[in-house]
């Protein structure tokens, strides 16, 4: 009787132990799926967002956005999160966007690295007038990101010394980007971008000593 039951297409009140036997006596594999739910977050949906920002502030500001943008054609896997490409003022901008961040030194070589790819690309793009690259990174504001920036200031001013303020312009408003690569923040939601202000370091006044 349970035999007829399934064949006639109403199996879906049989034990999970009965499916296997029934498996076993057919000769056949019994697979068990649970999908991940389609209305979750995908896994990189923190990243994502701050892709999302950039494309949309660069669309607002004239530029026009690649996702993913490959710096190396030939090897897809040599991307930047996000391409900005402004034909009529021959301009190309590269944006890292951070969510987290493991290992900086080896962010910050790949980042110089795909700029240098990226001259090659504006040079092909431009038919006889070679785009200016210029690139950035933004990064989300958690206390942790903050924290680390904070932590070693000296390497990320080093890395990334353009103005964080003329970065934030020049993304929102389309103002001309800096000649330098520069780091702007995120705000945590990725709704908008704020300038790193960089703490000022704290002088030491040393008196000189009066003889009596």
Request: charged content about 25%; some cysteine.
């Amino acid at each position: 009787m349970t035999v007829s039951r399934l064949e006639r297409g109403h199996g879906g009140g049989l034990s999970l132990d009965t499916w296997q036997r029934v498996a076993l006596a057919l000769g056949r594999p019994l697979r068990l799926d649970l999908p991940r739910d389609t209305a979750a977050e995908p896994e990189d949906a923190g990243h994502l967002a701050i892709q999302e920002l950039v494309l949309r502030l660069g669309r607002a500001a004239g530029y026009n956005g690649r996702f993913e943008l490959a710096t190396r054609p030939a090897e897809s896997w040599r991307s930047a999160d996000v391409g900005l490409r402004d034909d009529r003022n021959a301009r190309l901008v590269l944006v890292e966007c951070w969510n987290t961040m493991g290992n900086v030194g080896a962010a910050v070589r790949s980042f110089h690295r795909k700029l240098a790819e990226a001259e090659q690309f504006a040079v092909a793009i431009g038919s006889g007038r070679p785009h200016a690259v210029h690139g950035c990174w933004v990064v989300r504001a958690t206390s942790a990101n903050r924290a680390l920036v904070a932590r070693y200031p000296e390497a990320f001013a080093g890395s990334l010394p353009g103005s964080s303020a003329g970065w934030a312009s020049a993304l929102a408003r389309g103002e001309d980007p800096p000649v330098e690569p520069g780091l702007v923040w995120s705000d945590v939601r990725a709704t908008r971008l704020v300038p790193w202000r960089r703490r000022p370091e704290r002088r030491v006044v040393r008196q000189k000593a009066v003889p009596c």
